[in-house]
């Protein structure tokens, strides 16, 4: 659809809106309000800019506010953050053609990077330096197509890129006509270097190129005292090229660039003297709309905002006394942006405001001052009079202060003609209403019954149908005319069929079980026909117990079936609080308004399968009043949060929230074919919007991720605005992540809806209104997506994505798992070696023993059975005998020491050197006491915690027993000296004597130093014997512990 097409409605209420009428009264618009109740900074809004990636930017009191329609984002000045704000007060906001972010601050000048989310100050350069110039930015410019960006201040300058400096820009205009005080508000850039600035010094035309420049004083300069001039706060270049000058004082100024000269002066309190608070402009806009092409807006401070219309030289206010009220500003104005595809944007003392004429789709016909005084004026119904072939005429019926006429054309209410008013009573609400085919007026009543109003006779006549308790019926709900001319009545006790020829009403009986009927409600508020010829009623609870049912009755018939919710049942009517009214379809298919969504069924099934839409489907809220249907099929929806439009051809809902009405809480509806409009009742007035126009397509809404928080903090890994694609690596350790979107669709953002998923995670989209999730990821690679629909109904498929790689933990990466493997092998491993080792130990431990007790003990014995037999052979020699049997008994004696010695080395209880050393000791002090030798023994205590193996320990013992055995029987030694100590990881040991000797170098050695030195070998150690005739011998062992 073009965008002419699309605008249609739009201009023919934007021609109504702008053109100056004859009465006081502005033309009736609706604004959106933000304010820091919505999480703006500051409700003081000096600037605002949209950047091309969809973000609105406001330049406040206190700080600049970053907004995506429904969340706000604040950066402010920080002491600590050199790469933060200059200053929090910003007055300019320019995005130039690289998309840089311009911010001109009370004190100091900022680029941000939306690249890297950076702010960086610019540094004033040499000539601001020197000058010891402040530098407070109020304008900055860039031409078409140009590189370099402009700023005004106390004079004009350029931006250096390269050194991050502002530089003084060509020529002597800063010196010659700013000086000190001169103040620079607004530039305009055109494409031949030729820049228009305004300040206080009057308008200057300057060349960029070559530095010359022009002075333009306004007229009334003369008025002022100085070489100062009234403020020019803002230019704008309209394609005549009539430049508009805001002004200070002055209003608004025209132009004439071809002739370089004031040529005219508006002034919006043209009564008023010039004073500091009158007749001022800050800002001045043009907007695309159509039918507005000569409607230039105006901020004018604490005259609000107007609208001057350059044709006809008049201004409209939107001024507003009431601070709560939707049609007009009630602060001062400041800035303005239009935004081609959100429409004007409204910078205020008291929040942001937003005005769009393409969503102003009511048209709005008040007469609450012409209605009756001290009356419910609400209007309940708005019936087109078919009599009237345009359309204009229709029947109006209110709460309770009677029936009205309304012409749509003349936009004229009357009351209804005098022989009826004089029929009717007063106080009394009149509706609905229907116009029978033989052309009787028939009108329902709250207490006066069924009225038929008979314009030919000019007759008035009451129907009173007769309810359960035979008391007659006076409350009329809806009204309907069947094909033969009867009438079906829908009343707080039930259906009833009037009939227009006898005028007696026919009750309607139910064809449901007793105990089901006494549950249903009786409280018809619905009726319609389907074209099979069949009546549909809908009966709704009255706030109690009573059951909502869908009632048939068969055409021909009086009897009635019903549908309600049965919980065993899927197919039957949704378990709903309440069913209002219904309509049918050119496909025979019904759609009935609920209080829990949008009923649909098709009436041609004998067992109708209900189905239920919600605002999962994109209805604006499940609370539905009433419905419609329009010429073209479609289904309107009033909820309680606006109107929806079920479009059944493209089967997706649209909705109008904030459109055009002052109040979102919907209630009646009503379709005038003749006119294809939609009629909406309200207090005191109707709204009307033509419902061919309502199915433009609008542009999907950019979908963007906002943000990505870690354990709901600020996450250092996101060092730059998230786009499309992006790509986040986080720890193992840091896996709590919530994320923030956004639909950058600022009309009615909270109608917005969304679909996300976490693949890897989420198998199917998720529907929600929120924007934000949070998520506890695993180890891995994840790609998040969002989706979103705007208020419209209109999707954005594509929507967003990122990606989320959460690192894996070292424990669980190949290497460290390959090298657990490795390492538990090598243990178990070691732990068989170990035990295989233990075994042979054990093995050579028993053979040992056994060879031990083979060689030795077993020897020994042998040795003994011969002494004890050449004993026994020498009994008649007493001394021989005698000799025998001492050597028997000291073999006796040695075998006992070996089996001690064997025992006592395999016995776990003496492990450790500290017994071993205490058996050496008492070992050498048994040997040594009683046979005159003085001995000294030296084990120190750190030796105690060595340790010694056991076949190690046994051999150190037997060479010190061999050692001190030998001593004791050979040296004839005096004094004796034992000592044990460690070095590194060996022990020392060394027996030295006094005694005799002998020559070691030529002594031929017995089995006793021979068996020393066997051991020694066995256990690895190095025994050094030394021995001179007459100098005492040593024994020197060093065994390694390891």
């Known amino acids: 659809m073009s965008r002419t097409a699309l605008y249609r409605l739009a201009a023919t209420i934007c021609l109504i809106v702008m053109v100056a009428s004859a009465n006081a009264q502005p033309a009736s618009i609706l604004f959106d309000h933000y304010t820091t109740a919505d999480g703006l900074s500051n409700n003081a809004i000096w600037k605002i800019c949209k950047t091309r990636n969809g973000y609105l930017w406001l330049g406040t009191q206190d700080g600049l506010c970053r907004f995506d329609g429904r969340n706000f984002k604040t950066y402010r000045y920080d002491l600590k953050d050199s790469n933060s704000l200059s200053n929090n007060t910003v007055y300019e906001l320019m995005e130039d053609a690289d998309g840089y972010l311009w911010i001109g601050t009370f004190s100091g000048f900022n680029r941000y990077n939306p690249a890297n989310n950076s702010i960086t100050r610019i540094k004033p350069g040499k000539y601001l330096r020197d000058k010891n110039i402040n530098v407070g930015v109020g304008a900055v410019a860039q031409a078409p197509g140009a590189r370099t960006r402009w700023v005004g201040s106390q004079g004009i300058y350029y931006v250096n890129m390269k050194n991050n400096t502002l530089e003084k820009a060509p020529g002597v205009l800063n010196d010659s006509v700013f000086k000190t005080d001169g103040n620079i508000k607004t530039l305009l850039a055109e494409r031949d270097n030729r820049i228009w600035i305004g300040g206080n010094t009057g308008l200057i035309l300057y060349n960029g190129a070559t530095g010359q420049y022009e002075l333009f004083h306004t007229p009334q300069k003369k008025l002022l005292s100085g070489e100062w001039d009234y403020y020019i706060?803002?230019?704008?270049?309209?394609?005549?090229?009539?430049?508009?000058?805001?002004?200070?004082?002055?209003?608004?100024?025209?132009?004439?660039?071809?002739?370089?000269?004031?040529?005219?002066?508006?002034?919006?309190?043209?009564?008023?003297?010039?004073?500091?608070?009158?007749?001022?402009?800050?800002?001045?806009?043009?907007?695309?709309?159509?039918?507005?092409?000569?409607?230039?807006?105006?901020?004018?401070?604490?005259?609000?905002?107007?609208?001057?219309?350059?044709?006809?030289?008049?201004?409209?206010?939107?001024?507003?006394?009431?601070?709560?009220?939707?049609?007009?500003?009630?602060?001062?104005?400041?800035?303005?942006?239009?935004?081609?595809?959100?429409?004007?944007?409204?910078?205020?003392?008291?929040?942001?405001?937003?005005?769009?004429?393409?969503?102003?789709?009511?048209?709005?016909?008040?007469?609450?001052?012409?209605?009756?005084?001290?009356?419910?004026?609400?209007?309940?119904?708005?019936?087109?009079?078919?009599?009237?072939?345009?359309?204009?005429?229709?029947?109006?019926?209110?709460?309770?202060?009677?029936?009205?006429?309304y012409n749509l054309e003349l936009q004229e209410l009357s009351t209804v003609p005098d022989w009826m008013g004089r029929q009717m009573k007063t106080r009394v609400g009149y509706h609905p209403v229907l116009r029978a085919k033989n052309n009787i007026l028939w009108i329902g009543s709250t207490s006066d019954g069924l009225l038929a109003a008979d314009e030919k006779n000019k007759t008035v006549q009451r129907f009173y149908p007769v309810g359960k308790d035979k008391a007659p019926v006076k409350t009329i709900q809806h009204i309907q005319e069947?094909?033969?001319?009867?009438?079906?009545?829908?009343?707080?006790?039930?259906?009833?069929?009037?009939?227009?020829?006898?005028?007696?009403?026919?009750?309607?009986?139910?064809?449901?079980?007793?105990?089901?009927?006494?549950?249903?409600?009786?409280?018809?508020?619905?009726?319609?026909?389907?074209?099979?010829?069949?009546?549909?009623?809908?009966?709704?609870?009255?706030?109690?117990?009573?059951?909502?049912?869908?009632?048939?009755?068969?055409?021909?018939?009086?009897?009635?079936?019903?549908?309600?919710?049965?919980?065993?049942?899927?197919?039957?009517l949704p378990d709903v609080k309440t069913v209002t009214n219904l309509v049918c379809d050119d496909s025979n298919r019904i759609w009935c308004a609920s209080w829990n969504g949008l009923i649909s069924f098709n009436a041609s099934e004998k067992n109708p399968r209900f189905q239920l839409y919600t605002t999962e489907d994109g209805l604006l809220n499940n609370?539905?009043?009433?419905?419609?249907?329009?010429?073209?099929?479609?289904?309107?929806?009033?909820?309680?949060?606006?109107?929806?439009?079920?479009?059944?051809?493209?089967?997706?809902?649209?909705?109008?929230?904030?459109?055009?009405?002052?109040?979102?809480?919907?209630?009646?509806?009503?379709?005038?074919?003749?006119?294809?409009?939609?009629?909406?009742?309200?207090?005191?007035?109707?709204?009307?919007?033509?419902?061919?126009?309502?199915?433009?397509?609008?542009?999907?809404?950019?979908?963007?991720?906002?943000?990505?928080?870690?354990?709901?903090?600020?996450?250092?890994?996101?060092?730059?605005?998230?786009?499309?694609?992006?790509?986040?690596?986080?720890?193992?350790?840091r896996n709590v992540v919530t994320i923030d979107y956004a639909a950058l669709s600022f009309h009615n953002p909270a109608q917005v809806k969304y679909a996300y998923k976490m693949e890897g995670i989420d198998k199917d989209w998720i529907y929600t209104s929120n924007n934000s999730i949070s998520y506890h990821l695993g180890s891995g690679n994840y790609v998040f997506r969002v989706k979103a629909m705007n208020a419209e109904g209109v999707w954005n498929e594509k929507g967003s994505h990122m990606e989320i790689i959460i690192a894996t933990p070292f424990w669980r990466k190949s290497w460290f798992l390959f090298l657990v493997v490795l390492t538990a092998t090598s243990l178990l491993y070691s732990i068989y070696k170990y035990r295989i080792n233990?075994?042979?130990?054990?093995?050579?431990?028993?053979?040992?023993?056994?060879?031990?007790?083979?060689?030795?003990?077993?020897?020994?014995?042998?040795?003994?059975?011969?002494?004890?037999?050449?004993?026994?052979?020498?009994?008649?020699?007493?001394?021989?005998?005698?000799?025998?049997?001492?050597?028997?008994?000291?073999?006796?004696?040695?075998?006992?020491?070996?089996?001690?010695?064997?025992?006592w080395n395999i016995n776990p209880r003496y492990d450790d050197l500290q017994n071993l050393f205490i058996r050496m000791k008492r070992y050498a002090a048994d040997m040594m006491d009683g046979r005159q030798i003085t001995y000294e023994i030296n084990f120190p205590e750190e030796i105690h915690q060595l340790s010694l193996s056991m076949d190690k320990r046994r051999e150190l013992y037997l060479i010190f027993k061999e050692a001190i055995n030998n001593l004791v029987k050979y040296s004839k030694a005096k004094n004796v000296k034992i000592e044990l100590w460690s070095e590194g990881h060996r022990i020392i040991m060394s027996v030295t004597d006094d005694g005799i000797g002998f020559d070691s170098n030529t002594q031929q050695y017995g089995n006793g130093i021979t068996n020393m030195r066997q051991r020694a070998a066995n256990c690895g150690a190095q025994l050094q014997i030394s021995s001179q005739p007459g100098k005492g011998t040593s024994v020197h062992l060093e065994i390694q512990t390891v």
């Open 838 to 903: 233990q075994l042979k130990k054990m093995q050579d431990m028993r053979n040992n023993i056994s060879r031990n007790l083979h060689d030795d003990i077993g020897a020994s014995l042998s040795n003994i059975n011969i002494l004890n037999e050449l004993a026994k052979r020498n009994m008649n020699e007493p001394l021989r005998a005698g000799e025998y049997l001492s050597k028997a008994g000291e073999d006796i004696q040695r075998i006992s020491e070996s089996l001690s010695d064997i025992v």
């Open 623 to 733: 609370f539905i009043n009433k419905v419609a249907i329009d010429a073209a099929g479609n289904i309107w929806c009033a909820t309680i949060n606006g109107l929806s439009v079920y479009l059944v051809k493209d089967k997706k809902f649209r909705s109008f929230s904030n459109a055009g009405m002052e109040r979102d809480n919907v209630s009646d509806i009503f379709y005038n074919k003749q006119q294809q409009r939609l009629m909406i009742g309200e207090w005191g007035k109707i709204y009307s919007l033509h419902t061919n126009e309502v199915a433009r397509q609008t542009a999907p809404p950019k979908v963007v991720i906002t943000d990505l928080r870690v354990f709901n903090q600020a996450a250092p890994e996101v060092k730059k605005m998230l786009f499309d694609g992006s790509r986040i690596s986080l720890a193992h350790d």
């Open 482 to 572: 069947d094909n033969l001319g009867n009438l079906w009545v829908g009343t707080f006790g039930g259906i009833y069929c009037f009939d227009t020829k006898e005028l007696v009403f026919k009750d309607i009986r139910w064809n449901i079980p007793g105990e089901i009927q006494n549950k249903l409600s009786t409280n018809v508020t619905g009726i319609c026909f389907d074209k099979e010829g069949n009546t549909w009623f809908t009966a709704q609870n009255n706030y109690n117990e009573e059951m909502p049912v869908v009632g048939k009755i068969q055409k021909g018939s009086f009897t009635a079936s019903g549908f309600y919710h049965n919980p065993n049942d899927k197919n039957s």
């Open 233 to 405: 706060n803002k230019l704008l270049l309209d394609k005549s090229g009539t430049l508009w000058v805001a002004t200070w004082g002055l209003g608004l100024l025209e132009f004439d660039t071809a002739q370089k000269k004031f040529v005219n002066q508006y002034l919006p309190e043209v009564n008023v003297q010039f004073n500091a608070t009158t007749n001022i402009v800050y800002n001045i806009e043009k907007t695309d709309f159509p039918g507005q092409e000569n409607i230039i807006w105006m901020a004018c401070g604490s005259g609000s905002l107007l609208a001057f219309n350059t044709q006809t030289k008049t201004f409209s206010s939107y001024k507003s006394d009431k601070p709560e009220s939707k049609k007009g500003i009630y602060a001062g104005v400041f800035s303005l942006l239009f935004d081609d595809a959100e429409g004007l944007w409204i910078g205020s003392g008291k929040g942001l405001y937003r005005y769009d004429l393409r969503l102003q789709v009511f048209a709005e016909h008040s007469f609450e001052y012409n209605l009756k005084k001290n009356c419910l004026s609400y209007v309940f119904d708005a019936y087109t009079d078919p009599l009237d072939v345009t359309g204009n005429t229709l029947w109006l019926g209110t709460w309770n202060c009677g029936l009205f006429k």
